[in-house]
């Protein structure tokens, strides 16, 4: 196997019986294809349009696809001896079909989880958090493939046969190693979020001013940053529970020192968003309201 080629396996009941409905995997061969699309360009804009082609290698007792990734032959040749070969290499690795940190992992890594906390650590890295997890560095154009939602639905119709055709084993190989290995129970984790298409999520350590609490648990906030009041969800328990319990009181001119969490998606064309306080580090009591004599 060269460095352009990998194969996808299928395993379960429609293979035990010794016949494949070309429909049940069809589409999920398709949108291998248009993640390819996707990924191409983070790699290098300039790369001219590549095809996902499939060799004609079938294993007895599963399903296993070859697929190559190539643009005209001969171009595809020259650049594994020439200087792109790095180009190729990132593009396999961003993808996740060599090595461990692309987006197929990050996103089995989530287990349909939002995360908690992302650090832009340089240019080239991103640090994921997800609730209950250790952070997760990766690079950063695997992080704009996670968010790139024509990729997220490739990468579920890619997976779909496992939660809608049967089959109970999905696998990505690379020169015989394997990238990825999700059973029937772990697909769900790479359904798409299907309300928000192009979503980003920023977060900021800042100091917002109250000027509306509520106390009725889940209802949203009103704040001022000092250019603007918005609508914050309260998303610290810890600090929602105190409030619950009566042990945080307030007044007018408070202020919160808080992980401040920004949500940014494309609606009808509009950029939206909509924002959240992650933590709530310290709570400044305002000043005592002198009384006139």
């Known amino acids: 196997m060269t460095n352009t080629e990998f194969s996808i396996l299928y395993d379960g009941q429609p293979v035990a019986e010794g016949t494949i409905d070309a429909r049940d995997l069809a589409p999920a061969l398709l ?34 696809v070859y697929l190559e990734i190539a643009n005209l032959y001969d171009k595809f040749v020259s650049l594994f001896s020439g200087p792109d070969a790095q180009a190729w290499s990132s593009f396999f690795q961003i993808v996740g079909l060599a090595g461990a940190a692309g987006v197929f992992q990050l996103i089995f890594r989530s287990k349909g989880r939002k995360p ?129 319990q009566g042990a945080e009181a307030f007044r007018k001119g408070d202020t919160l020192n808080v992980t401040l969490r920004t949500t940014q998606w494309l609606e009808n064309g509009k950029l939206s968003a909509e924002y959240s306080i992650a933590k709530v580090h310290h709570h400044e009591r305002g000043p005592e309201q002198q009384k006139l004599l």
């Not at 990924?39 to 001219?48: C, E, I, Q, R």
């Not at 060799?55 to 599963?62: A, N």
């Not at 984790?189 to 979503?199: D, L, N, Q, S, T």
């Open 116 to 244: 908690t906390k992302v650090t832009i650590e340089r240019k080239e890295t991103v640090t994921v958090t997800f609730e209950g997890d250790e952070p997760f560095t990766v690079d950063s154009r695997v992080w704009a493939l996670f968010q790139n939602f024509r990729a997220r639905k490739a990468i579920e119709k890619i997976l779909s046969p496992l939660a809608e055709r049967g089959f109970d084993l999905f696998k990505i190989k690379h020169k015989g190693k394997e990238s990825l290995s999700v059973t029937e129970a772990e697909a769900a984790y790479f359904k798409a979020p299907f309300e928000h298409e192009g979503e980003t999520i920023s977060e900021v350590d800042t100091r917002v001013v109250i000027v509306s609490p509520s106390f009725n648990q889940g209802n949203k906030w009103r704040v001022s940053d000092g250019a603007r009041t918005i609508y914050v969800a309260i998303r610290d328990e810890t600090f929602e529970r105190s409030v619950q």
């Open 31 to 64: 949108a291998f294809a248009d993640l390819v699309d996707e990924a191409a360009p983070l790699v290098d804009p300039n790369l001219p349009r590549l095809s996902l082609r499939v060799r004609p290698d079938f294993k007895e007792g599963s399903f296993e």
